[in-house]
């Protein structure tokens, strides 16, 4: 599956800061490579979070995922797509799908 206007978040300012204090979050697509793990401290909505393996297969949603609380996406994770609430289960997205993320 192809997910397009994906933004990625490569440098320190961007991982950083990422969705925190953020709002209107339904229509977001942001990706963090090299990241297996990542919290929702300092966010205002819930997301959707697909952790990625290196070759883009899903191996772990969680989706809703609330604000102050910390997520991983277990040792075959590398990367981390954020959507909008409800965004993963529109899509259908599930466990060993294929995802190619295609930037804006």
């Not at 990241?35 to 929702?40: E, F, I, K, L, R």
Request: with cysteine.
């Amino acid at each position: 599956m192809r997910i397009e206007k994906v933004r990625t978040a490569t440098g320190f300012g961007d991982r950083l800061r990422g969705l925190m204090l953020r709002r209107g979050l339904s229509d977001v697509r942001m990706l963090f490579p090299r990241c297996a793990s990542v919290h929702t401290c300092f966010m205002l909505e819930p997301i959707d979070l697909v952790f990625l393996s290196r070759a883009g297969e899903v191996v772990a949603l969680r989706p809703n995922a609330r604000p102050w609380r910390f997520f991983s996406g277990g040792a075959a994770a590398d990367s981390v797509l954020e959507l909008g609430p409800g965004k993963a289960v529109e899509l259908a997205l599930a466990i060993g799908d294929e995802i190619e993320c295609q930037s804006d």
